[in-house]
């Protein structure tokens, strides 16, 4: 289990817009075999825990550590993540966070939790953030070296920037 990519994942669920099965199949495209089984349910269940998700996010941008400590752990109480060892490459064995009968919602949300538990006991706690590009409200995970990262995408660093330099720009000509 790649527990940067759960992380990460978290990150990118949390940005989706889930309005409805057809956009979370969207956000799924690249995890073709989990169509099938999403539902409606699948949907609500994820928009909720998007609402659940963002203070995490938030604290962490804040270095309020022990909130987030306490965030975390109050949805992996309300989620239970279920680890089992995944042999459908018995050469690659591996870790999964939900039993086989768990619904789509179950296994984002497992992914999700385990992925961000595990980045915060083994990086910190202050390695998730907001992007800092005014509108956006994306979040994400900051795996870089000095924990710099200020944005969500390089097209919102790009934004950020190019506004900076045309506000210096037009102060120095007043």
């Not at 022990?66 to 965030?71: A, N």
Request: glycine residues 2%.
């Amino acid at each position: 289990m790649d527990f940067i990519r759960y992380a990460e994942a978290s990150a990118s669920l949390l940005n989706a817009d889930l309005a409805d099965p057809d956009a979370l199949l969207a956000h799924l495209a690249d995890r073709s075999w989990l169509h099938p089984s999403v539902t409606a349910g699948d949907v609500r269940d994820l928009q909720e825990f998007q609402a659940e998700l963002r203070p995490v996010f938030e604290a962490s941008e804040e270095e309020q550590v022990p909130l987030v400590v306490s965030r975390l752990n109050d949805l992996l109480a309300r989620h239970p993540v279920t680890p089992m060892i995944s042999d459908h490459d018995p050469a690659h064995l591996h870790m999964h966070v939900a039993n086989r009968s768990a619904s789509v919602a179950e296994l984002l949300i497992g992914e999700s939790l385990m992925g961000l538990a595990t980045l915060v006991c083994d990086v910190g706690a202050t390695r998730l953030g907001v992007c800092h590009a005014s509108p956006c409200t994306n979040v994400f995970v900051d795996t870089s070296p000095n924990q710099s990262r200020r944005y969500c995408s390089d097209r919102c660093s790009s934004r950020a920037n190019v506004a900076a330099y045309r506000a210096r720009q037009k102060a120095a000509a007043s």
